[in-house]
């Protein structure tokens, strides 16, 4: 069943899959895979084999069931790109998604290549949010191959941000997600590189968000920017959370 999120830039998760593997920097202290752990220690069933690469094909049928329209957050706990995840089994995903228009599912990737290869063989209605990971500049060709599809809004997550980001283009991008690394062995975010995201944003007149600081205590680092929050999110959505 989906789970309301703490994530603040969404509303809830719905993870037909579960687990992943580390494929770059950003994968390192992959707070879902100590979540996967804890879990299997509550003797949760769809994480009996940890952070193995699992497909829930019950948890198709739970977004028919919610009546109330929603942002969804697609599988928080896996990457539904990842090349164990048959491309019969992401299309059974995206009908369910195609079928339950009411909600927004925002489906992110670090496997941008995979992304191009299938993305012909789907049906990219316009709830379906697709979005990429970059966490320092030796990954900003993910944007490429995120431009490439068909989906109608196109997000970037640069979280945890590693590094700066002099190379990204925004090209064709609807949306960026910032935000440093929390947790056991975080590692630090520089101020000038999110400000340098932020004015790229402006100059291409891209939504910016500005998720957390992070660190080992992420809730007292906060998430102000210069003083105030930075929440903006595209017009569909802003009208969807009435955060206009």
């Known amino acids: 069943m989906a789970t309301q999120s703490s994530i603040e830039w969404t509303e809830s998760t719905w993870n037909p899959v579960s687990g ?32 193995k690469v699992s497909l829930h094909p019950e948890a198709l049928q739970e977004p028919y069931k919610w009546r109330a329209p929603r942002v969804v957050f697609v599988n928080s706990m896996s990457d539904l790109f990842h090349e164990k995840i048959p491309v019969s089994f992401i299309q059974d995903v995206f009908k369910v998604m195609n ?9 992110l990737t670090k496997r941008a290549d995979r992304l191009r290869e299938v993305a012909s063989q789907l049906e990219w209605s316009e709830n379906i949010w697709m979005g990429v990971t970059i966490e320092n500049n030796d990954y900003v060709h993910r944007a490429d191959d995120l ?35 929390s947790g056991p062995g975080s590692r630090p975010i520089e101020e000038e590189w999110v400000l340098q995201i932020r004015e790229n944003c402006q100059v291409h007149d891209v939504p910016f968000f500005f998720k957390q600081w992070g660190g080992k205590n992420k809730k007292k680092a906060g998430r102000l920017l210069e003083g105030k929050t930075w929440d903006n999110y595209p017009i569909a959505l802003e009208d969807r959370l009435q955060l206009a």
């Open 20 to 51: 992943c593997t580390k494929i770059s920097a950003g994968c390192l202290n992959c707070y879902a895979e100590r979540m996967a752990k804890r879990l299997k220690a509550m003797g949760q069933k769809r994480y009996k084999d940890g952070f």
């Open 99 to 107: 079928e339950n228009k009411r909600h927004t599912f925002q489906v």
């Open 147 to 181: 431009r490439y599809i068909d989906a109608v809004t196109k997000f970037l997550s640069l979280e945890p941000l590693l590094g700066p980001l002099p190379d990204l283009d925004l090209t064709g991008i609807d949306w960026a997600i910032v935000g440093g690394e």
